[in-house]
């Protein structure tokens, strides 16, 4: 039983930590497959982490700060499709300079603002979004097996837990069974039969990296908001390359992308457990390995485990609109 608790409260923590990773990935879902690649999700992310915790400390209200990281990521998105799709720029370029450019902004305006070394000040109880606890939680702990797993995993999540897996299937429904799926599916795989269908390139462009900043909100939203309590310098840590990787892991599908945030947020956690503890017939270990352990296996992952990954055929390439 022991080891079934230690199980669960791994699983417990795997969704907490797949959140803002199941968000990225898909914002990056809609912008390649329109054909613009986005490097840009993890400044996005961060910029909106700042805003959220920034609004909901000045509002008291989560869903404000929540607001206000939509907002946020939205201009960046905006200022990164006027970068490459209105003046054709490198995309690649584009998106790391957005990075740099949030990175720094973030801790110059958290200093000049709360003088707390680029930290925003800690969130009441009332400003973050708090655990739901679903019916019958309470009463079905005690069951076996399936109690702790429903009270424990299933139960006590936020409303942005919840929210990011509804938009696992949304994203499908949108992107295999709408007009606006189809096309933008098109147009990064043939931007010039589109063109010629007479369906603006720029503005489908334009609204998939839209989409792509309104998803980059809830997850930096997320992470100031749900997971922490406070906007801390460089919170994303890495997240936005990550889901990348989970992007290109699940070849640029919806489902599979849940399932390569998943499987990368349990190493997450696994490794958090792991830190402190020893290894049989090794002993304890350096807790420097279990941090790095996620990026290895993902590099691992990437290299020889997910076969041929093709991405959109005009993903990367910006379109000069034939006279």
């Given at each position: 039983m022991m080891y079934y608790d230690t199980l669960i409260s791994i699983l417990g923590s795997t969704i907490r930590l797949s959140i803002p990773l199941i968000f990225t990935a898909l914002a990056g879902l809609f912008s390649e497959r329109a054909g613009v690649f986005d490097i840009g999700l993890e400044g996005k992310m961060l910029g909106g982490a700042f805003a959220a915790a920034t609004v909901a400390y000045l509002t008291g209200s989560p869903w404000l700060g929540l607001l206000a990281a939509i907002g946020t990521s939205v201009a960046?998105?905006?200022?990164h499709g006027f970068a490459s799709i209105t003046n054709r720029g490198n995309q690649i370029i584009s998106g790391v300079a957005i990075n740099f450019l949030?990175?720094?902004?973030?801790?110059?305006?958290?200093?000049?603002?709360?003088s707390q070394g680029g930290r925003t000040p800690q969130l009441g109880a009332e400003a973050r979004f708090g655990a739901i606890i679903l019916p019958g939680a309470e009463s079905l702990r005690s069951v076996p097996i399936i109690g702790p797993l429903y009270a424990n995993v299933i139960s006590g999540n936020n409303a942005l837990t919840y929210l990011a897996f509804v938009?696992?299937?949304?994203s499908w429904w949108i992107l295999y069974r709408t007009r606006f799926g189809l096309r933008l599916r098109a147009v990064g795989e043939n931007p010039g039969a589109v063109d010629?269908?007479?369906?603006?390139?720029?503005?489908?462009?334009?609204?998939?990296?839209?989409?792509?900043?309104?998803?980059c909100g809830f997850s930096g939203a997320y992470l100031s908001t749900a997971q922490s309590a406070a906007f801390i310098e460089n919170m994303s840590a890495g997240k936005g390359y990550i889901a990348l990787a989970a992007l290109i892991f699940a070849k640029w599908k919806p489902v599979p992308v849940m399932f390569a945030c998943l499987l990368f947020g349990f190493l997450d956690a696994f490794a958090n457990f792991m830190?402190?503890?020893?290894?049989?017939?090794i002993g304890e270990v350096p807790v420097q390995f279990f941090q790095a352990l996620p990026y290895v296996l993902t590099c691992i992952l990437l290299a020889g485990f997910i076969g041929?990954?093709?991405?959109?055929?005009?993903?990367g390439v910006p379109y000069t609109k034939e006279r």
């Open positions: 960046f998105s905006a200022l949030v990175a720094g902004l973030t801790v110059v305006l958290g200093q000049a603002w709360f938009a696992v299937p949304l010629t269908a007479g369906i603006s390139v720029t503005w489908l462009r334009y609204r998939a990296v839209l989409c792509a900043g309104f998803l830190q402190g503890k020893a290894v049989p017939f041929v990954a093709h991405p959109p055929k005009a993903g």
